[in-house]
């Protein structure tokens, strides 16, 4: 298993806690965890905080070399994009904030659970940028577009003022044209969720990949597929800090 991409497992409340004793433990390809941590400006899970904290006391000294955590929030198109950014830095602060070996915040676009059930491709944009202006402002760092039906179904043209993406893409290849219409491309694209927990991810999308994560059981995964891998990752997260 050491040939694939580094694997990411991405948790939520919902998934209850996971061992992230046994998740560290395996070793590659398992190198990365995304927590939720908040959506809109009312959720902020208290067992986000639990769950990130044991898996840092769990990667000790590995946390920034071979492990890495990050943390995510669920956009309400319903709400202001920079009030939401607000809320997320503040869930993520009360955690412990972003340390030398977490990943840039991750905007999540999807359709599900949104109030407004057919958003205009103008309010998508209005409410992403609005968000990753006011994350690099508190933060110094651009976040991470994460995202899939719903950007391309609106029509997105590009990242929205985040630095990187992250795709959710169920099958065995990563069609090149799908990325252009999630907005982004390959050269910027930093994790591809290959296999998820709801009805409409297939038992096996990506041949050769694991459906099951140590330590987490069936949850959301995604291949780090940012080029230049695990060396490509540290050193952008190096580069940030000296720079700061």
Not at 39 to 66: K, M, N, S
Not at 161 to 185: E, H, K, M, N, Q
Request: charged share 20%; with cysteine; glycine share 12%.
């Amino acid at each position: 298993m050491t040939s694939l991409d580094p694997l990411c497992v991405d948790v939520y409340a919902g998934d209850g806690r996971k061992d992230w004793r046994a998740f560290c433990a395996a070793g590659a390809p398992w190198h990365l965890a995304m927590f939720k941590a908040s959506q809109g400006t009312y959720y902020a899970p208290p067992i986000f905080g639990d769950e990130r904290r044991a898996f840092l006391d769990a990667a000790g000294a590995r946390h920034g070399v071979d492990l890495f955590d990050g943390a995510y929030h669920y956009l309400d198109l319903a709400l202001d994009g920079a009030a939401q950014a607000d809320y997320f830095v503040a869930a993520v602060e009360q955690a412990g904030g972003e340390l030398a070996g977490t990943l840039w915040g991750m905007v999540d676009v999807e359709r599900g659970g949104q109030r407004i059930r057919n958003p205009s491709r103008a309010l998508v944009e209005d409410r992403v940028r609005a968000f990753a202006a006011r994350y690099q402002q508190l933060t110094g760092r651009t976040p991470t577009l994460y995202g899939g039906e719903l950007l391309r179904s609106v029509g997105v043209t590009d990242r929205l003022g985040c630095g990187r993406s992250a795709i959710a893409l169920y099958g065995p290849t990563l069609p090149a044209r799908l990325v252009t219409r999630t907005g982004t491309d390959l050269a910027h694209l930093l994790l591809w969720q290959y296999a998820g927990t709801g009805p409409q991810s297939p038992s096996q999308s990506l041949p050769g990949y694991p459906l099951v994560a140590p330590g987490c059981g069936r949850v959301d995964l995604s291949a780090m597929v940012l080029p230049g891998g695990l060396d490509a990752l540290r050193a952008g997260l190096r580069a940030e800090r000296t720079a700061a």
